[in-house]
């Protein structure tokens, strides 16, 4: 056998024993970081980047375009599988702000929303442990603040409906 073939059976007999990673099936996150993206333009953090990592023992985190029947339909408890809370500390006190926008076509303010639909990470055939990170870009700029220091709250579902662990940033300071 050439030193190639005995390096490449080498190689397949340790990725073989390898034993895949086994987590809880209901998912668990950790706070990773936030980066806050600077407008050049204005000098101002507009927007940020929430880092969250993430294992689920069964692979089911995700969702498809396709999935708005119940109990992921617009408007029901499911519809997202990312939710996000939004905070602002006055006077050393962390508390829930609605952001608000103005709806041209309704002529009224809309209440924003920091919730996501992640896409499906696996198949859904598949069922086996999953790791990674999560990156959630959003806009955090609201005019109307007087503090320039927030906070979110994130949690995550499956699509067997099992809600994470809630984990809560540390405080994040603005530029304004």
């Known amino acids: 056998m050439t030193k190639i073939g005995l390096i490449f059976v080498l190689l397949l007999l340790s990725l073989s024993c390898r034993k895949l990673e ?3 099936v209901i998912p668990a996150i950790a706070f990773n970081g936030f980066e806050l993206l600077i407008n050049e333009d204005t000098g101002i953090s507009e927007k940020g980047i929430l880092y969250i990592s993430y294992t689920d023992g069964d692979g089911d985190l995700g969702l498809d375009q396709g999935d708005t029947t119940f109990p992921y339909q617009y408007g029901g408890l499911y519809y997202y599988n990312l939710f996000i809370t939004y905070y602002e500390c006055d006077n050393g006190v962390f508390t829930e702000v609605p952001l608000l926008t103005w709806n041209n076509e309704t002529q009224q303010y809309d209440t924003l929303t920091f919730n996501a639909r992640m896409p499906v ?3 859904k055939e598949k069922k086996q442990g999953i790791k ?3 990156q959630n870009e959003m806009f ?3 005019p109307l603040a007087k503090s320039d220091t927030i906070q979110f709250k994130v949690k995550i579902v499956d699509r ?3 809600f994470s662990n ?3 940033t ?4 603005l530029v304004k």
Do not use: K
């Not at 540390?170 to 300071?173: E, L």
């Open 22 to 24: 086994e987590y809880p």
């Open 121 to 123: 990470l696996l198949p």
């Open 132 to 134: 990674g990170v999560i």
């Open 140 to 142: 955090i700029y609201n």
């Open 160 to 162: 067997a409906l099992q």
């Open 166 to 168: 809630e984990i809560t």
């Open 170 to 173: 540390p405080p994040i300071v």
